[in-house]
């Protein structure tokens, strides 16, 4: 008589392991008697592979977590989990009856008046979300240590088949675009949550892969839809959105990754894209190509590449060009404002100023490493550009001094909005709005359309032409630029295929032959 095979559970690192040796080709037989489960139990874990894989890579989810039971009360608990994730990125303590209050209030706001957060679904909830946290608000940085910890062994798991091509990182920050050395003192530690500084701050969302050899467009988000600067701008180097607080919002979000999603599934690509855990980054479904992956809350700072040096190379880049924006005006006597549209080209620039190598170095301080690397190996141990606390890496010191009192240095000017909120926080109220609306986001809010400073009725593309450049107009100052390249000595190899790219795009531009004939050109010629 057959004795019936014991029950096994299966954690979720197990069921990863099981799939990658389906995989890999081994005999499932061979996989249930390692297991110690039954071939039929392997295919429907199989079968049920992109749910198991989506759920381990989700740094929310427990590894060695066996089964997922969802709660009845499914808004209640998505709404307090948005709250705890808004409230852990403030690095505020949270405790089990604070816990407990919240919930008890979201369900208030979406009608369950009589509805009791029991101590039952306070504890299902926190193993669902891998969620621990002691009483004492002291603890918190030691529970904050385990997650890392516990993530940084995960992640070789997680990465594992993927080419540093295609594992991505893509982090957001707020910057006071028009900020001058003298105010930095001013601007330190601004939370700028709304108000008049409101119209002074953008948005950037940056993006690139772990080799360092994709740069993905900036995503820039402002304050007006259409700023004054923009009038018979029909292009523009970055993607430009808008809402009232100038930041990344879960719409904006979501459709930036579904932009993302549809490049990388025309490019025929499967990729990774880390992101943080805050409110603002939805949970998107349906990818082709992308799988979305969360950090732990609250880790960012030590786990995530862009918080590693990459954006603060890029603040470096961009803060070089606003210093010397300023001393040409101060040379040529002219204003030295700075709108919208400045702005953007220069963080387009500054962007692309990024080098390869800083990108490289905060991935692998990040401890992303492939087969055969060392986690945490890194030339430069911060990740920056080679900076030290002196403008020299980037400005020379007559640059400095002719812009700056001594007060502050080039570091602290542009770290000077590092604290600047770059993604959408909310009430209990409104998040518990949120939830109830079918599950969407919270709606922007009214987008600024006009703005005494810097807006205008007129769309982005409109087709006035008061203060359009023709292309003859840009083919003259074109030749000018290339005068002044061509007796200029040393010239990088990068300055000169960037004019051959502006070059081309002028020459193969459509030329209106009604305008002119080419038995024209030769009467012109015989008549000298």
Same mark, same amino acid.
């Given at each position: 008589?057959?004795?019936k095979?014991?029950?096994?559970?299966?954690?979720?690192?197990?069921?990863?392991?099981?799939?990658?040796?389906?995989?890999?080709?081994?005999?499932?037989?061979?996989?249930?008697?390692?297991?110690?489960?039954?071939?039929?139990?392997?295919?429907?874990?199989?079968?049920?592979?992109?749910?198991?894989?989506?759920?381990?890579?989700?740094?929310?989810?427990?590894?060695?977590?066996?089964?997922?039971?969802?709660?009845?009360?499914?808004?209640?608990?998505?709404?307090?989990?948005?709250?705890?994730?808004?409230?852990?990125?403030?690095?505020?303590?949270?405790?089990?009856?604070?816990?407990?209050?919240?919930?008890?209030?979201?369900?208030?706001?979406?009608?369950?008046?009589?509805?009791?957060?029991?101590?039952?679904?306070?504890?299902?909830?926190?193993?669902?979300?891998?969620?621990?946290?002691?009483?004492?608000a002291?603890?918190?940085?030691?529970?904050?240590?385990?997650?890392?910890?516990?993530?940084?062994?995960?992640?070789?798991?997680?990465?594992?088949?993927?080419?540093?091509?295609?594992?991505?990182?893509?982090?957001?920050?707020?910057?006071?675009?028009?900020?001058?050395?003298?105010?930095?003192?001013?601007?330190?530690?601004?939370?700028?949550?709304?108000?008049?500084?409101?119209?002074?701050?953008?948005?950037?969302?940056?993006?690139?892969n772990?080799?360092?050899?994709?740069?993905?467009?900036?995503?820039?988000?402002?304050?007006?839809?259409?700023?004054r600067?923009?009038?018979?701008?029909?292009?523009?180097?970055?993607t430009?959105?808008?809402?009232?607080?100038?930041?990344?919002?879960?719409?904006l979000?979501?459709?930036?990754?579904?932009?993302?999603?549809?490049?990388?599934?025309?490019?025929?690509?499967?990729?990774?894209?880390?992101?943080?855990?805050?409110?603002?980054?939805?949970?998107?479904?349906?990818?082709?190509?992308?799988?979305?992956?969360?950090?732990?809350?609250?880790?960012?700072?030590?786990?995530?590449?862009?918080?590693?040096?990459?954006?603060?190379?890029?603040?470096?880049?961009?803060?070089?060009?606003?210093?010397?924006?300023?001393?040409?005006?101060?040379?040529?006597?002219?204003?030295?404002?700075?709108?919208?549209?400045?702005?953007?080209?220069?963080?387009?620039?500054?962007?692309?100023?990024?080098?390869?190598?800083?990108?490289?170095?905060?991935?692998?301080?990040?401890?992303?490493?492939?087969?055969?690397?060392?986690?945490?190996?890194?030339?430069?141990?911060?990740g920056?550009?080679?900076?030290?606390?002196?403008?020299?890496?980037?400005l020379?010191?007559?640059?400095?001094?002719?812009?700056?009192?001594? /007060?502050? !240095?080039?570091n602290?000017? @542009?770290? *000077?909005?590092?604290?600047?909120? =770059?993604?959408?926080t909310? +009430? &209990?109220?409104?998040?518990?709005?949120s939830?109830?609306?079918?599950?969407?986001?919270?709606?922007?809010?009214?987008?600024?359309?006009?703005?005494d400073?810097?807006?205008?009725?007129?769309?982005?593309?409109?087709?006035?032409?008061?203060?359009?450049?023709?292309?003859?107009? /840009?083919? !003259?100052?074109?030749?000018? @630029?290339? *005068?002044f390249?061509?007796?200029? =000595?040393?010239?990088?190899? +990068? &300055?000169?295929?960037?004019?051959?790219?502006?070059?081309?795009?002028?020459?193969?531009?459509?030329?209106?032959?009604?305008?002119s004939?080419?038995?024209?050109?030769?009467?012109?010629?015989?008549?000298?």
């Amino acid at each position: 008589m057959s004795t019936k095979r014991k029950r096994v559970d299966l954690d979720l690192s197990s069921k990863m392991d099981i799939i990658k040796l389906i995989d890999a080709k081994s005999k499932r037989k061979d996989i249930a008697d390692k297991y110690g489960i039954d071939i039929s139990t392997i295919s429907k874990l199989y079968k049920n592979r992109e749910k198991i894989t989506k759920d381990f890579h989700s740094s929310l989810l427990a590894a060695d977590c066996k089964r997922m039971r969802t709660s009845v009360y499914t808004d209640v608990e998505e709404a307090l989990l948005k709250w705890f994730k808004q409230t852990r990125a403030a690095q505020l303590p949270i405790s089990g009856p604070m816990l407990a209050e919240i919930a008890e209030s979201l369900a208030k706001e979406m009608g369950l008046l009589d509805w009791k957060c029991s101590n039952g679904f306070l504890e299902r909830f926190k193993k669902r979300h891998n969620i621990a946290f002691k009483v004492a608000a002291g603890e918190a940085a030691s529970v904050e240590q385990a997650a890392v910890d516990d993530w940084i062994s995960r992640l070789p798991n997680i990465i594992e088949g993927y080419k540093a091509d295609d594992i991505f990182n893509m982090d957001e920050t707020g910057m006071f675009y028009k900020l001058l050395p003298d105010r930095t003192l001013c601007f330190r530690n601004e939370k700028c949550h709304g108000g008049k500084r409101a119209k002074d701050r953008l948005t950037a969302a940056v993006c690139c892969n772990m080799s360092g050899t994709e740069k993905w467009p900036l995503f820039v988000i402002g304050k007006a839809q259409n700023p004054r600067c923009f009038k018979n701008v029909k292009s523009l180097p970055v993607t430009y959105k808008a809402n009232k607080r100038a930041w990344m919002t879960g719409e904006l979000f979501t459709e930036w990754v579904v932009e993302f999603d549809k490049k990388m599934k025309r490019m025929k690509r499967k990729v990774l894209l880390f992101v943080d855990n805050c409110p603002a980054h939805a949970d998107v479904r349906n990818l082709a190509a992308t799988t979305l992956i969360f950090l732990p809350p609250n880790t960012t700072s030590v786990l995530q590449p862009c918080d590693q040096g990459i954006i603060n190379a890029f603040k470096q880049q961009y803060r070089k060009r606003i210093v010397r924006h300023v001393l040409r005006a101060i040379e040529q006597k002219r204003s030295a404002d700075i709108d919208v549209k400045i702005a953007i080209d220069f963080m387009h620039a500054a962007w692309n100023a990024v080098s390869q190598s800083a990108i490289v170095n905060c991935f692998r301080k990040s401890h992303f490493s492939l087969a055969g690397e060392t986690a945490g190996d890194s030339d430069d141990e911060d990740g920056h550009e080679d900076i030290d606390d002196k403008p020299l890496a980037v400005l020379t010191d007559e640059e400095w001094a002719a812009i700056s009192d001594g /007060s502050v !240095t080039f570091n602290q000017f @542009v770290a *000077a909005d590092n604290e600047l909120p =770059a993604t959408e926080t909310h +009430t &209990v109220e409104e998040i518990a709005a949120s939830v109830s609306s079918s599950n969407s986001v919270v709606d922007d809010g009214d987008v600024e359309e006009a703005d005494d400073d810097t807006a205008s009725d007129e769309p982005v593309n409109s087709d006035s032409t008061s203060a359009s450049v023709s292309l003859v107009q /840009s083919i !003259t100052a074109f030749e000018t @630029v290339r *005068a002044f390249i061509d007796n200029t =000595a040393d010239v990088p190899e +990068t &300055v000169f295929s960037a004019v051959a790219c502006i070059q081309d795009y002028l020459i193969n531009r459509p030329v209106n032959v009604a305008q002119s004939k080419i038995t024209q050109f030769f009467n012109n010629t015989v008549d000298n």
